[in-house]
């Protein structure tokens, strides 16, 4: 058989993904904080993208295009899901007996019927840093060499107030003899909050106990034993402090009292308030999801300008205006259907789990991306996407998406399962109102949750009891001891 070059034709198919798709893939994941980015630089880069506030009617720009029409209703109106509701001109609201929402501080401008507006003086300011309330202690204290060394001392303090370095290594640093790195160690440990500056526990316990006046033999005796104090060892900690019951009470009570972190009562970083993406209400006719779109600009194409700056172009510009115009109705359209697809997959969550919204986390079902995939007509892992980094505010509080999905726990009466969120509230339940005199224990929980109709394993109680921070019997029983 002769070897040599030849031509083969073959015919195959294969899933390519457009930029566009990709793009409009990477929309649907982006929160509305997020999306609020992604739109300024589309914005800046367009010039025949317009934007309008979120609450601004289509008709107030002239020069402007908004979403072009479909056959749905439009994504920011609520939605109701009872299967008799109508549209949503057809929806009975109330305006005397229902609450709504609002989306900025300008929103509720005028209600309460005061004329003068928003008092932005009651909106509370950010505290300052832990570094920023320590160095201005620095300058009152110190001068010279002394001050620059307590800088860097302020500077190593973690979040929680504790010094975190070793101070042979930075006086070697800093060139300075260790004995002035000490003695300004001792200076700033006298600084506000009252323990600051500790280098474990057992000394910021004793510079509050200290500046409390209470750092006598006993008490220093206690505070260099607290794993004793953990354990609950009293009878040996009485021994070792030469103390009897009554003075053993009262030292644990003035040790509960002193801050074991006392740096976190400043702020380190500012606090990032969570916006929600989604707002479900109950009216008349049923259960109501809407798009929080104050948010977010209201994208309109600007085909006046193009108009103007396409009659006198060249050729190459009319190409480049028309590839403009094309991108700014695919980012129009793109957004439209974003919208559609998020409210359409938390309508169907929401309709799920009506229990939760009605009841109360303890009627959650479990659910999964797979079943609301089938109820709606689209692939799981679009569900994901509309899931991922997006919250859900309503009468019972503010919810990431991803909460309503959780396994099921099998019921023993063979009336269904149950969600594992149910059980987890059910068992935090149980251990918040033990008596300290009975502390209830792994197995005792499972047998009581199984006499409940719950049919779950005494590892799994453990599981969820680890999940939401509890300790073991033992643990708790040492703790409540501790509390009195």
Same mark, same amino acid.
């Given at each position: 058989?002769?070897?040599?070059?030849?031509?083969?034709?073959?015919?195959?198919? !294969?899933?390519?993904?457009?930029?566009?798709?990709?793009?409009?893939?990477?929309?649907?994941?982006?929160?509305?904080?997020?999306?609020? @980015?992604?739109?300024?630089?589309?914005?800046?880069?367009?010039?025949?993208?317009?934007?309008? &506030?979120?609450?601004? #009617? &289509?008709?107030?720009?002239?020069?402007?295009?908004?979403?072009? &029409?479909?056959?749905?209703?439009?994504?920011?109106?609520?939605?109701?899901? *009872?299967?008799?509701?109508?549209?949503?001109?057809?929806?009975?609201?109330?305006?005397?007996?229902?609450?709504?929402?609002?989306?900025?501080? !300008?929103?509720?401008?005028?209600?309460?019927?005061? *004329?003068?507006?928003?008092?932005?003086? !009651?909106?509370?300011?950010?505290?300052?840093?832990?570094?920023?309330?320590?160095?201005?202690?620095?300058?009152?204290?110190?001068?010279?060499?002394?001050?620059?060394?307590?800088?860097?001392?302020?500077?190593?303090?973690?979040?929680?107030?504790?010094?975190?370095?070793?101070?042979?290594?930075?006086?070697?640093?800093?060139?300075?003899?260790?004995?002035? =790195?000490?003695?300004?160690?001792?200076? +700033?440990?006298?600084?506000?909050?009252?323990?600051?500056?500790?280098?474990?526990?057992?000394?910021?316990?004793?510079?509050?106990?200290? #500046?409390?006046?209470?750092?006598?033999?006993?008490?220093?005796?206690?505070?260099?034993?607290?794993?004793?104090?953990?354990?609950?060892?009293?009878?040996?900690?009485?021994?070792?402090?030469?103390?009897?019951?009554? %003075?053993?009470?009262?030292?644990?009570? #003035?040790?509960?009292?002193?801050?074991?972190?006392?740096?976190?009562?400043?702020?380190? /970083?500012?606090?990032?308030?969570?916006?929600?993406?989604?707002?479900?209400?109950?009216?008349?006719?049923?259960?109501?999801?809407?798009?929080?779109?104050?948010?977010?600009?209201?994208?309109?194409?600007?085909?006046?300008?193009? /108009? #103007?700056?396409?009659? %006198?172009?060249?050729?190459?510009?009319?190409?480049?205006?028309?590839?403009?115009? @094309?991108?700014?109705?695919?980012?129009? $359209?793109?957004?439209?259907?974003?919208?559609?697809?998020?409210?359409?997959?938390?309508?169907?969550? +929401?309709?799920?789990?009506?229990?939760?919204?009605?009841?109360?986390?303890?009627?959650?079902?479990?659910?999964?991306? $797979?079943?609301?995939?089938?109820?709606?007509?689209?692939?799981?892992?679009?569900?994901?996407? +509309? /899931?991922?980094?997006?919250?859900?505010?309503?009468?019972?509080?503010?919810?990431?998406?991803?909460?309503?999905?959780?396994?099921?726990?099998?019921?023993?009466?063979? %009336?269904?399962?149950?969600?594992?969120?149910? =059980?987890?509230?059910?068992?935090?339940?149980?251990?918040?109102?033990?008596?300290?005199?009975?502390?209830?224990?792994?197995?005792?929980?499972?047998?009581?949750?199984?006499?409940?109709?719950?049919?779950?394993?005494?590892?799994?109680?453990?599981?969820?009891?680890?999940?939401?921070?509890?300790?073991? !019997?033992?643990? $708790?029983?040492?703790?409540?001891?501790?509390?009195?």
């Amino acid at each position: 058989m002769a070897l040599g070059p030849r031509l083969d034709l073959r015919q195959s198919q !294969s899933l390519v993904m457009t930029p566009q798709l990709q793009q409009a893939i990477k929309l649907l994941a982006l929160s509305n904080l997020e999306l609020e @980015a992604y739109l300024a630089e589309a914005l800046e880069g367009n010039p025949l993208l317009d934007a309008t &506030p979120g609450d601004r #009617e &289509p008709g107030d720009d002239e020069g402007g295009d908004e979403a072009p &029409p479909s056959d749905g209703p439009p994504a920011d109106t609520d939605l109701a899901l *009872s299967s008799e509701a109508g549209t949503a001109d057809d929806l009975d609201v109330d305006f005397a007996e229902e609450r709504f929402h609002h989306d900025s501080a !300008s929103d509720s401008v005028g209600l309460s019927g005061d *004329s003068e507006g928003i008092d932005f003086d !009651s909106f509370a300011g950010d505290d300052g840093t832990l570094y920023d309330h320590l160095l201005a202690q620095v300058g009152e204290q110190f001068s010279g060499i002394e001050a620059m060394v307590a800088e860097q001392i302020v500077a190593l303090i973690d979040e929680a107030g504790y010094l975190r370095a070793d101070l042979a290594e930075l006086a070697q640093r800093l060139g300075v003899p260790l004995a002035l =790195v000490e003695a300004v160690l001792a200076g +700033v440990q006298s600084f506000d909050p009252s323990g600051v500056g500790g280098r474990d526990l057992a000394e910021c316990i004793a510079i509050q106990a200290r #500046e409390a006046d209470r750092y006598d033999p006993a008490m220093a005796t206690m505070i260099a034993h607290l794993d004793l104090v953990a354990k609950g060892a009293f009878p040996q900690l009485k021994r070792i402090c030469g103390v009897d019951d009554e %003075d053993l009470a009262d030292m644990i009570r #003035e040790l509960r009292a002193y801050d074991p972190k006392p740096g976190l009562r400043f702020g380190g /970083t500012a606090t990032q308030a969570v916006v929600p993406d989604l707002y479900v209400r109950q009216t008349a006719k049923g259960w109501a999801v809407e798009v929080n779109s104050g948010t977010l600009p209201r994208l309109l194409v600007n085909r006046r300008y193009y /108009t #103007e700056l396409a009659k %006198d172009a060249a050729a190459k510009s009319k190409a480049w205006l028309s590839e403009q115009l @094309a991108g700014a109705n695919w980012l129009v $359209r793109a957004l439209d259907q974003r919208q559609r697809t998020i409210v359409k997959v938390a309508s169907e969550i +929401v309709k799920q789990q009506e229990g939760f919204f009605l009841h109360g986390v303890a009627h959650m079902r479990p659910l999964t991306l $797979r079943q609301v995939a089938e109820a709606i007509g689209m692939h799981e892992s679009t569900v994901s996407r +509309v /899931t991922s980094n997006k919250y859900l505010s309503c009468a019972r509080g503010l919810f990431e998406l991803k909460y309503f999905f959780s396994s099921g726990i099998s019921a023993t009466e063979g %009336d269904g399962a149950v969600s594992a969120e149910a =059980v987890k509230s059910r068992i935090k339940a149980m251990i918040e109102a033990e008596d300290p005199k009975a502390i209830l224990s792994d197995e005792t929980i499972a047998q009581k949750l199984s006499a409940e109709g719950h049919n779950i394993a005494r590892r799994t109680v453990v599981k969820y009891r680890e999940a939401m921070g509890y300790g073991s !019997s033992v643990q $708790r029983r040492r703790q409540k001891a501790l509390a009195g």
